[in-house]
């Protein structure tokens, strides 16, 4: 409403003046603040990561069933194949494989293999138990565990690729029988510098087929196995003949747990 003067003249009226002007100190509505570029790489980023944890996990699932059948390959094989570095490497099946080796290796790095699915929880709780600030003194790790780490993960210690080994060998351990799976393990440890799978192992360093493998010489070759570019089975040191030779004698107190490897 508007309002008369003493001159006539015409003033806004004490409502629309209030209405003009604000209080002091009162403040305005601005515009929502735009996010900023680093925000923008951040969610690109994120979104990288779960899609390539995403195409991990399916290549994981897929190639999981189609290694029930097909000779798989290993991620140190894949490596050196394109860093043009030469692979020495056999497929052969378990009923070609002397008894010696699976049993040898079954004592050496997994003596629960028949009973555990995929995991040994028991062995890997006492290993997080006597962890230290500087991480595990030892491993824990299952065949499964294993192959998981050679067919889909890389080498070296860290709880990141632990954490990734576990669901994979878990899956792995649920859809292949025990037999595929100690089949597929010992097509893919290395024993040495491009050296992959049994019957390449038993070539170079015995000069014999896989077949054909004594009991010393399949505990030669499972005791290389942590440290397979140091522990030469064909020359072992004395300190690796010794470990094989404790070895020997475990293996006769290991046979009757290894029933699930029989046909």
């Known amino acids: 409403m508007m309002s008369l003067d003493s001159d006539g003249a015409t003033a806004p009226s004490e409502e629309s003046a209030m209405g003009q002007s604000q209080p002091e100190g009162s403040l305005r509505p601005g515009r929502p603040k ?3 570029a680093s925000f923008h790489v ?11 944890i995403l195409l991990w996990a399916s290549a994981v699932f897929w190639l999981g069933l189609l290694y029930q059948a097909a000779p798989p390959v290993s991620t140190l094989m894949l490596g050196r194949w394109l860093s043009l570095q030469p692979v020495s490497r056999e497929y052969v099946g378990l009923e070609t494989i002397s008894s010696n080796l699976p049993l040898a290796v079954l004592t050496a790095e997994d003596s629960r293999f028949c009973q555990h699915g995929g995991v040994d929880w028991d062995a890997l709780r006492e290993v997080m138990e006597a962890a230290d600030e500087d991480g595990p003194s030892r ?52 024993w040495g510098d491009g050296v992959f799978g049994a019957e390449a192992a038993a070539q170079k360093y015995f000069r014999k087929s896989a077949s054909s493998l004594s009991r010393r010489e399949a505990a030669l070759l499972a005791t290389a196995l942590p440290n397979p ?35």
């Open 229 to 263: 570019l140091v522990r030469n089975p064909g020359r072992p040191t004395a300190r690796h003949r010794a470990l094989a030779e404790r070895l020997m004698g475990r293996m006769e107190g290991a046979a009757p747990f290894s029933e699930c490897l029989k046909k």
């Open 42 to 52: 951040l969610r690109r980023l994120v979104r990288i990561g779960l899609g390539l």
């Open 34 to 36: 735009r996010p900023s």
């Open 139 to 190: 491993g824990a790790s299952t065949i499964p565990m294993q192959t998981a780490k050679n067919l889909f993960l890389w080498p070296g210690r860290s709880y990141i690729r632990k954490g990734l080994e576990l669901p994979v060998a878990l899956y792995l351990d649920l859809i292949w029988s025990k037999r595929r799976m100690m089949e597929v393990y010992l097509n893919v440890a290395e």
